[in-house]
């Protein structure tokens, strides 16, 4: 027999379930050393003698009872003697539990035999060596556990036969997996070995190799009746998972009470390219509720490998301001006359909330007994804290002035995003008199939100001009630092005093203003109207326009007007379930729309669909909702010609025909 260096680790570790009883363990280490094996147990440095004899040549029993000994740490050994045998037989027994008698017990026995290379090593159960046999090769397995309990002792042989015919099985594994058991593993000559192939997450079996032979991507092997040295190999591959790809914005910060439409995202696979539209989308979104929110994304391929989950954050916030809109524009009163306070309307745009209730009126400036300029303030909050507000020019007029005044109709003109804008232009006098020399005037206005060219300035009247607009300068300042742009208009009775020479009020003009498309609802911009030259005796007066932006309104085709038998039309169809292909939008668009599909239709009013809730019940329907908008744009505007079976007066918050009223003209364009 070689020289060789045998090691065999036995690890003896005791749990208990008492926890009076510390955990205690051995080692039995055999050296083979020239001619003369010795076998060493315990811990620590000091030698001591076992406390049983050996018995030679067939048996050698080291009988490991727990030891009781305060800072116990010694070591103990003796030597074991070549008796030239051809098979030798440790036998241990392990009793641990006979003292106070622990409920249960667990024995660990750990070795590493990987270095012998001749003769076999078996675990028996049992204190003979003849017993039954437990592990018929040691070195294809490092550990063995048994459990017992109470006082009973646990006994092994561990049986050593010298020499016998032992081949090499070399189990090696790429990076991605292992291989169980790996490394070089020891057959006895016609036994028989298994390995165990797995691959690690992310992974998947590539191919298994047998002494350089493909095996194919298996998952197990057995070696049967070996007889020479061997090796196995297995290599892994990277699993290429579908690739998501979140489209932008991520995040998404969307408005309460929006219609909230995800951006998506889009898929791709090696093998099966464009998967987009096989993606899995899970939103948890309440457009509804302020709050953080998450859409999440995936995807599976035809071979059943899912992408990684990708995610999109979605905020969900409230920062659009109220509307407000004054009801009666700006207004002019004589010396001594009595201020009438018209009020105003006010909307929470998104949730379509009703605040005209919570509006502050501060008009306690205005005195008709003094000429002169007064403004009166309104104010509105919304549950977010998001504010308004709006002024009211009043003018006082003294008995002893004359004014040449300009006013629009309407009075607060509606700006649509990406629509348009158009109003008249008014004039009289304070006097009456229809008999002057004319007037000139100048409109500033900021261009990046309202901008207008010579095809927007129509209808002028009689001896009229109109110039092109031109950027604001120093010296036509209108003190207003947010206009960037002038629009100069004249009218002049020439040598004569005779203009208008109609009567009063008189229409100038009609302005029509492109409201640029990438501004955002609530905006507010202001449309201020100069005097640059009057008629003698003469002093000018033109309240400013106050203008905020919206977002929608009823001119569902846009077309420009707002029609019973078109947009009202489409709004009950729509509300009544009819919402697409020609169901929706069958001889219901008007001539010049710029939505005429019925998907930009649907689109359209899907949008502005809680607007759409009239009589304020949180229930956008068609037989009351939609009924009350078709008969007003039909000119049933009052009384119950407007209402009548057509309000919900348990639940909704507008229910008289003025509040029905008002609301709808709200929401026209015009």
């Given amino acids: 027999m070689k020289k060789t260096i045998l090691l065999i680790y036995l690890l003896f570790s005791v749990v208990w379930i008492c926890s009076a009883f510390a955990d205690w363990e051995s080692t039995l280490t055999l050296t083979r050393e020239e001619s003369e094996p010795s076998v060493t147990i315990g811990v620590g440095a000091v030698a001591k003698t076992l406390p049983a004899p050996l018995v030679l040549p067939g048996e050698n029993d080291l009988y490991l009872n727990r030891f009781h000994e305060e800072n116990f740490d010694d070591s ?4 074991v003697k070549v008796t030239g045998e051809s098979q030798y037989c440790w036998g241990l027994s392990i009793n641990p539990a006979k003292v106070n008698n622990p409920t249960t017990l667990t024995s660990i026995l750990s070795w590493n035999f990987s270095e012998i290379d001749e003769g076999s090593f078996q675990l028996r159960e049992g204190f003979e060596c003849e017993g039954d046999i437990i592990l018929t090769d040691m070195s ?52 028989d070995q298994s390995f165990d192939i797995t691959n690690h997450e992310g992974y998947e079996i590539e191919d298994v190799k047998v002494d350089g032979i493909s095996q194919g991507a298996i998952d197990t092997y057995k070696f049967e009746d070996v007889s020479s040295d061997r090796t196995i190999h297995a290599e892994f591959k990277l699993i290429v998972k579908p690739t998501i790809t979140v489209n932008a914005p991520n995040p998404v910060t969307a408005e309460k009470c929006t219609s909230y439409t995800d951006p998506g995202a889009t898929a791709t696979d090696e093998a099966d390219g464009d998967i987009t539209d096989s993606i899995v989308i899970n939103s948890n979104v309440d457009i509804n509720i302020v709050g953080n929110y998450q859409v999440t994304y995936n995807v599976t391929n035809s071979a059943g490998i ?26 002019i009163i004589k010396q001594g006359e009595v201020y009438q306070e018209f009020g105003a309307t006010a909307y929470d745009p998104n949730c379509n909330t009703d605040l005209t209730d919570q509006i502050i009126v501060d008009n306690d400036d205005v005195n008709p007994n003094i000429p002169g300029d007064y403004y009166v303030l309104y104010s509105v909050s919304d549950s977010a804290g998001n504010s308004s507000s709006a002024t009211r020019t009043v003018r006082v007029l003294s008995e002893d002035e004359k004014f040449q005044i300009i006013t629009t109709e309407p ?19 304070s006097d009456n008199n229809n008999a002057t020399t004319g007037i ?41 630092p947010e206009t960037d742009k002038i629009l100069t208009m004249f009218w002049s009775a020439g040598f004569n005093s005779n203009w208008p020479n109609v009567d009063l009020p008189a229409t100038l003009c009609k302005l029509t203003f492109n409201v640029n498309a990438q ?55 729509y509300l009544a379930g009819l919402n697409e292909g020609e169901s929706l939008i069958g001889s219901a668009i008007g001539d010049g729309a710029t939505r005429e599909t019925w998907e930009e239709i649907a689109s359209y009013i899907n949008f502005g669909k809680s607007l759409l809730d009239v009589d304020g019940n949180n229930k956008p329907d068609a037989l009351s909702d939609g009924l009350l908008i ?28 003025e509040e029905i009223a008002d609301y709808i003209k709200f929401l026209k364009c015009q």
Wanted: a negative charge; proline letters at 2%.
């Fill in 140 to 191: 294809s397995v490092q550990t063995y556990s048994v459990t017992g309990s109470g006082t009973s002792y646990q006994f092994f042989s561990i049986v050593y036969t010298v020499g016998g015919d032992r081949h090499k099985i070399n189990a090696t594994a790429g990076s991605g997996g292992s291989i169980d058991p790996s490394g070089i593993v020891y057959v006895n000559e016609g036994s």
């Fill in 519 to 573: 501004r955002t609802r609530g905006e507010e911009t202001t449309i201020n109207i100069m005097g640059t030259t009057t008629a003698t005796g003469y002093k000018f007066f033109a309240a400013p326009l106050n203008i905020t932006l919206r977002d929608f309104c009823l001119d569902i085709d846009g077309n420009g007007s707002d029609d019973a038998l078109t947009d009202g039309l489409l709004i009950l169809r």
């Fill in 306 to 331: 899912s992408a990684d989950t990708k995610t999109r954050s979605v905020i969900v916030v409230d920062t659009t301001k109220p509307i407000i809109i004054i009801n009666g524009g700006s207004q």
């Fill in 630 to 657: 078709l008969r007003y744009l039909a000119g049933l505007n009052q009384g119950a010609s407007l209402t009548e079976n057509a309000v919900d007066f348990d639940e909704g918050t507008r229910i008289t025909w």
């Fill in 76 to 79: 103990f050994s003796k030597d």
């Fill in 440 to 480: 000139g005037i100048r409109i500033h206005f900021n261009s990046e939100i309202i901008n207008i060219d010579s095809s927007g300035i129509q209808d002028l009247f009689e001896t009229g001009k109109a110039g092109t607009p031109l950027i604001k300068t120093e010296d036509v300042d209108d003190g207003n």
């Fill in 411 to 429: 009075e607060a003109p509606k700006a649509i995003i990406g629509q348009t804008m158009s109003f008249e232009l008014k004039y009289t006098t």
